[in-house]
């Protein structure tokens, strides 16, 4: 009798055992559909021995239905999600589901008819087919991936297409990728980066697991270094992936990429079309893509044959996901290298304390970069005391940065003004009556968007048009904007200088691929003077102009309750200054403060990073935070306000009393209400030594709370709200 116990895709089931049919091949981490009552389910075939679950007599065992043509996986995968669930108390099924991402693929392989123009003008043009072809110019999709790119309906395409405009191609869905060559455009190292490229190499060739702190700083040259493992990993026939922490820099990426490989790589991110996950998923599956570079979710990709991992701008808090399976794919990642046997390379220029902590403890390997490549120099850092440098009123910018900013328009240079702040303005009061627009599902005020004319919540998405009254008091002309975003800043750099050449850049402005490629193009070529930007210019870009970087507000960072806010602001603002001055021109970066004295800002302006990590390491050292001791949260929330309350106060009388664990509240969360759901946080402090997941598991197993309630476990927080 063969028998198999399964991981059933669905959180709310535990492990279940079938039969297997004599004419299907089960092995461990084989997909397969199994019937569910009257329903079907997918689930992977996993080693008993792992999976505890209840002996089921082999008499009352179910066959399961079908193997899925795909490759099973691998076990350092299955590892890999039996350890993440574990950690980060997730569900196995939700780990795993994340693995499985293109439901698609799992159909196997075969064709798809997919759309393009011919180049045929129809006979009759309504302004809807105008729009439509010349949206889709060069374009190829399915129909409704096509109609969706044009924003016109399936109808109006489906008439192209019946009108000979447009013409059905059949491609077979899991082609292969052109393969990428070691030696396409192979620089010239400097005498420091080849040896930090040797120790990748080697590391490579080893194929043992060796986990890496590339600690660089800006314009170092750490992606050119780290390519080099990437070449040596292609010449092995094995894959690469690199982590990226925001959609948005892979464009300046996958240009690098191409022009050192001479093809891009294979990529991976959450918005792309489906047929474009489907392929890159079968490929990564069989071999095929040879490096993949994605977002956090590439992480649990199937593998073939993986022999490298990078995460690019380590640092990022972007890299810890804060919904679903709470996972931090930096962490994550090493882990992967561990149960893989592989290099994993952390590469930054302002490492998080805890990686500088696990190498000072010998776990990482850490190799620095500590000067920029060829002719350029760090950028000279001064502070721009609020308190004495006073803007006028209604403005931001205070003289010294205004004056720095005319200078560069006279060169003919580029500015870059950071401030991390979307839209117009965070606050819209009334003056007659002091009305303040906020949002109905969250507390949290509405931020004006001049360019869309609209007032948006920036946590949940709602969003109404920008008012021309009070719908409190009914007076017009009677809205003031209340603080700056970028938008105002970038009117106020109008208002000075009416015919400087400026660019907003933030996820409203650069929210596709073809954006982000129009304004790097924009900016290399000189055809942008002043760029205005969220963190999303921070990081990556490489402006050989670009000579002044002005933070708007350096403060702004360090409110807020959360306990990494000091490092965050240090690590944002170190990398935006290093935005300067990148080639042969010296960069300047003035930072505008009211508190010059704290430590972040002094740090910055000394250009001390390493009295900066002292510092904070004291701190964090003394209250027992991350990496010397261990938080975790336990988030409640629920629709109705008493039942989330009555619920955590319930958790809160439930804590376990022990040494080496303190647990704080139940509090109102920063965000009390979010997306419609009232919110309560429990938060605890252990040291490193306490069992800290296992005490969470027993702590919430035996309780039981009202349907309405949620629970969210999140093991090394980072968002407080
Ligand atoms: P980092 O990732 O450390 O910020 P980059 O890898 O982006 O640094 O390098 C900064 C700039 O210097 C890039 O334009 C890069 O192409 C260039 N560069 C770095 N090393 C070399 C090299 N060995 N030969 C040629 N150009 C280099
Ligand atoms: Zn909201």
Same mark, same amino acid.
């Given at each position: 009798?063969?028998?198999?116990?399964?991981?059933?895709?669905?959180?709310?089931?535990?492990?279940?055992?079938?039969?297997?049919?004599?004419?299907?091949?089960?092995?461990?981490?084989?997909?397969?559909?199994?019937?569910?009552?009257?329903?079907?389910?997918?689930?992977?075939?996993?080693?008993?021995?792992?999976?505890?679950?209840?002996?089921?007599?082999?008499?009352?065992?179910?066959?399961?239905?079908?193997?899925?043509?795909?490759?099973?996986?691998?076990?350092?995968?299955?590892?890999?999600?039996?350890? @993440?669930?574990?950690?980060?108390?997730?569900?196995?099924?939700?780990?795993?589901?994340?693995?499985?991402?293109?439901?698609?693929?799992?159909?196997?392989?075969?064709?798809?008819?997919?759309?393009?123009?011919?180049?045929?003008?129809?006979?009759?043009? @309504?302004?809807?087919?105008?729009?439509?072809?010349?949206?889709?110019?060069?374009?190829?999709?399915?129909?409704?991936?096509?109609?969706?790119?044009?924003?016109?309906?399936?109808?109006?395409?489906?008439?192209?297409?019946?009108?000979?405009?447009?013409?059905?191609?059949?491609?077979?869905?899991?082609?292969?990728?052109?393969?990428?060559?070691?030696?396409?455009?192979?620089?010239?190292?400097?005498?420091?980066?080849?040896?930090?490229?040797?120790?990748?190499?080697?590391?490579?060739?080893?194929?043992?697991?060796?986990?890496?702190?590339?600690?660089?700083?800006?314009?170092?040259?750490?992606?050119?270094?780290?390519?080099?493992?990437?070449?040596?990993?292609?010449?092995?026939?094995?894959?690469?992936?690199?982590?990226?922490?925001?959609?948005?820099? @892979?464009?300046?990426?996958?240009?690098?990429?191409?022009?050192?490989?001479?093809?891009?790589?294979?990529?991976?991110?959450?918005?792309?079309?489906?047929?474009?996950?489907?392929?890159?998923?079968?490929?990564?599956?069989?071999?095929?893509?040879?490096?993949?570079?994605?977002?956090?979710?590439?992480?649990?990709?199937?593998?073939?044959?993986?022999?490298?991992?990078?995460?690019?701008?380590?640092?990022?808090?972007?890299?810890?996901?804060?919904?679903?399976?709470?996972?931090?794919?930096?962490?994550?990642?090493?882990?992967?290298?561990?149960?893989?046997?592989?290099?994993?390379?952390?590469?930054?220029?302002?490492?998080?304390?805890?990686?500088?902590?696990?190498?000072?403890?010998?776990?990482?390997?850490?190799?620095?970069?500590?000067?920029?490549?060829?002719?350029?120099?760090?950028?000279?850092?001064a502070v721009v005391d609020l308190r004495e440098q006073v803007p006028p009123?209604?403005?931001w910018l205070a003289p010294p940065l205004v004056q720095?900013?005319?200078?560069?328009?006279?060169?003919?240079?580029?500015?870059?003004?950071?401030?991390?702040?979307?839209?117009?303005?965070?606050?819209?009061?009334?003056?007659?009556?002091?009305?303040?627009?906020?949002?109905?599902?969250?507390?949290?005020?509405?931020?004006?968007?001049?360019?869309?004319?609209?007032?948006?919540?920036?946590?949940?998405?709602?969003?109404?048009?920008?008012?021309?009254?009070?719908?409190?008091?009914?007076?017009?002309?009677?809205?003031?904007?209340?603080?700056?975003?970028?938008?105002?800043?970038?009117?106020?750099?109008?208002?000075?200088?009416?015919? %400087?050449?400026?660019?907003?850049?933030?996820?409203?402005?650069?929210?596709?691929?073809?954006?982000?490629?129009?304004?790097?193009?924009?900016?290399?070529?000189?055809?942008?003077?002043?760029?205005?930007?969220?963190?999303?210019?921070?990081?990556?870009?490489?402006?050989?102009?670009?000579?002044?970087?002005?933070?708007?507000?350096?403060?702004?960072?360090?409110?807020?309750?959360?306990?990494?806010?000091?490092?965050?602001?240090?690590?944002?603002? %170190?990398?935006?200054?290093?935005?300067?001055?990148?080639?042969?021109?010296?960069?300047?970066?003035m930072i505008q403060t009211r508190?010059p004295?704290?430590?972040?800002?002094?740090?910055?302006?000394?250009?001390?990073?390493?009295?900066?990590?002292?510092?904070? @390491?004291?701190?964090?050292?003394?209250?027992?935070?991350?990496?010397?001791?261990?938080?975790?949260?336990?988030?409640?929330?629920?629709?109705?306000?008493?039942?989330?309350?009555?619920?955590?106060?319930?958790?809160?009388?439930?804590?376990?009393?022990?040494?080496?664990?303190?647990?704080?509240?139940?509090?109102?969360?920063?965000?009390?209400?979010?997306?419609?759901?009232?919110?309560?946080?429990?938060?605890?402090?252990?040291?490193?030594?306490?069992?800290?997941?296992?005490?969470?598991?027993?702590?919430?197993?035996?309780?039981?709370?009202?349907?309405?309630?949620?629970?969210?476990?999140?093991?090394?927080?980072?968002?407080?709200?």
């Amino acid at each position: 009798m063969n028998r198999v116990r399964l991981l059933v895709l669905n959180a709310a089931l535990g492990p279940l055992d079938y039969r297997v049919p004599d004419d299907l091949h089960v092995e461990p981490g084989s997909v397969v559909v199994a019937p569910l009552g009257p329903r079907q389910v997918l689930g992977i075939a996993w080693e008993s021995e792992r999976l505890p679950g209840t002996e089921v007599p082999d008499a009352r065992l179910r066959p399961i239905l079908d193997v899925l043509p795909v490759p099973p996986l691998r076990a350092p995968l299955r590892r890999l999600i039996e350890w @993440t669930a574990d950690y980060y108390c997730a569900a196995m099924a939700s780990v795993a589901r994340m693995s499985l991402s293109s439901s698609a693929a799992l159909r196997g392989g075969g064709t798809i008819t997919e759309y393009r123009l011919t180049g045929v003008m129809p006979s009759r043009l @309504t302004p809807q087919r105008d729009a439509a072809i010349s949206a889709l110019d060069g374009e190829q999709g399915t129909i409704r991936e096509l109609a969706d790119l044009a924003g016109v309906s399936e109808a109006v395409l489906r008439g192209l297409v019946n009108a000979g405009v447009m013409e059905p191609v059949v491609v077979d869905i899991d082609r292969a990728y052109p393969p990428a060559d070691p030696d396409h455009a192979v620089p010239t190292l400097s005498d420091l980066q080849t040896g930090v490229a040797d120790r990748f190499v080697d590391a490579v060739k080893a194929r043992k697991f060796a986990p890496f702190l590339l600690d660089g700083v800006t314009g170092s040259g750490k992606t050119e270094t780290y390519f080099e493992a990437v070449s040596e990993a292609l010449r092995m026939g094995r894959q690469v992936l690199v982590l990226l922490p925001e959609i948005a820099l @892979t464009e300046n990426f996958l240009k690098r990429f191409e022009s050192r490989f001479g093809v891009p790589p294979v990529v991976w991110h959450s918005s792309q079309k489906q047929s474009e996950r489907r392929r890159a998923w079968r490929q990564v599956a069989e071999g095929g893509a040879q490096v993949v570079v994605g977002a956090r979710s590439a992480l649990f990709l199937p593998y073939a044959n993986l022999g490298l991992i990078i995460v690019d701008e380590a640092h990022e808090v972007s890299f810890k996901q804060d919904d679903g399976v709470r996972y931090n794919a930096r962490d994550v990642a090493v882990m992967r290298g561990r149960f893989e046997q592989i290099p994993v390379v952390l590469a930054s220029a302002t490492p998080a304390l805890e990686s500088l902590q696990m190498a000072e403890a010998g776990v990482y390997e850490k190799v620095d970069l500590p000067s920029r490549f060829g002719e350029a120099s760090l950028p000279e850092i001064a502070v721009v005391d609020l308190r004495e440098q006073v803007p006028p009123r209604g403005r931001w910018l205070a003289p010294p940065l205004v004056q720095g900013i005319e200078e560069r328009l006279e060169r003919g240079e580029q500015s870059l003004l950071f401030l991390n702040r979307r839209g117009y303005a965070p606050l819209t009061l009334c003056r007659n009556c002091g009305f303040r627009f906020q949002c109905p599902n969250c507390s949290a005020w509405l931020v004006e968007h001049r360019l869309s004319k609209r007032l948006a919540c920036h946590h949940c998405g709602h969003e109404v048009p920008s008012p021309s009254q009070c719908p409190e008091c009914g007076e017009a002309d009677c809205l003031t904007a209340c603080g700056p975003g970028v938008e105002r800043i970038a009117d106020e750099v109008a208002q000075i200088f009416p015919d %400087a050449r400026t660019a907003v850049v933030t996820s409203d402005t650069l929210s596709n691929p073809e954006k982000i490629a129009a304004f790097v193009d924009a900016a290399e070529s000189g055809a942008i003077d002043v760029i205005v930007g969220t963190q999303l210019v921070t990081k990556g870009y490489h402006f050989p102009e670009l000579t002044l970087v002005g933070v708007v507000d350096a403060d702004l960072g360090l409110e807020g309750g959360d306990l990494r806010a000091a490092e965050r602001s240090y690590q944002q603002i %170190a990398q935006v200054a290093g935005r300067a001055g990148r080639a042969s021109k010296p960069g300047e970066v003035m930072i505008q403060t009211r508190h010059p004295d704290a430590p972040v800002i002094a740090a910055l302006a000394a250009g001390d990073r390493d009295a900066f990590y002292a510092a904070e @390491t004291d701190a964090r050292r003394h209250a027992g935070a991350p990496p010397f001791g261990r938080w975790a949260a336990i988030i409640v929330s629920s629709e109705e306000e008493a039942e989330a309350r009555e619920a955590a106060q319930n958790i809160g009388r439930a804590a376990p009393r022990l040494d080496d664990l303190a647990v704080f509240g139940p509090a109102p969360a920063p965000l009390s209400l979010l997306r419609g759901r009232y919110r309560y946080r429990l938060l605890i402090n252990a040291r490193r030594s306490a069992a800290l997941q296992q005490t969470i598991r027993e702590w919430l197993h035996p309780m039981e709370f009202a349907p309405g309630v949620r629970i969210g476990v999140d093991i090394d927080p980072y968002s407080f709200v």
